[in-house]
């Protein structure tokens, strides 16, 4: 069966967000604090250019890196 709303009720534990030069800042700057007051709880940054992953966990309402990955060539 489909919904009955465009909207989703649920808040995810986890987003990740693949990073471009021109989304990079926004997503920072204004998605972070957005899933931080709505109870995110881990948050992947990807750059598909420098080929990176950032882990960052919520943490008493403020955004700790747990990890950084990336290829080393």
């Not at 649920?10 to 007051?37: G, H, N």
């Not at 420098?50 to 008493?60: G, I, K």
């Amino acid at each position: 069966m489909l919904p009955d709303t465009a909207t989703i009720d649920v808040v995810p534990d986890w987003v990740c967000e693949v990073q471009s030069p021109s989304t990079a800042q926004f997503d920072r700057v204004k998605k972070l604090p957005v899933y931080a007051t709505h109870g995110v709880h881990h948050v992947w940054l990807i750059d598909p250019i420098a080929r990176t992953l950032e882990v960052l966990r919520l943490e008493n309402d403020r955004w700790i890196l747990a990890g950084n990955y990336g290829a080393i060539t």
